[in-house]
């Protein structure tokens, strides 16, 4: 689906999965949406905390601090690493 309605399904606590590649996923669609780094970190940490205690979908899951901050890191790490699109 579209990162539009990915986001929104993530912010209302319905999305349709949540797996490795669903965390993966919003890290980098909320860097890319937020300048700020220190603030998409917020955004996601949060996120990812608000969703896991309010969807239906992580019954018995945990929010794991270390890790997210890791997967955090290592996809904003990868970000600043792509080369940047030339401008005509």
Avoid: C
């Avoid at 590649?21 to 860097?31: D, K, M, P, V």
């Avoid at 890319?32 to 780094?37: A, F, K, L, R, V």
């Avoid at 899951?61 to 901050?69: A, E, R, V």
């Amino acid at each position: 689906e579209d990162d539009e309605i990915f986001l929104k399904k993530f912010y209302n606590y319905d999305l349709d999965s949540w797996d490795h590649y669903t965390h993966l996923r919003i890290a980098w669609l909320i860097f890319q949406q937020e300048e700020d780094s220190r603030m998409a970190r917020k955004k996601i940490t949060e996120g990812i905390r608000n969703f896991i205690s309010n969807s239906n979908r992580t019954n018995g899951k945990t929010f794991h601090m270390t890790l997210t901050y890791f997967w955090i890191q290592l996809v904003h790490f990868a970000i600043i690493q792509m080369p940047k699109p030339l401008s005509h």
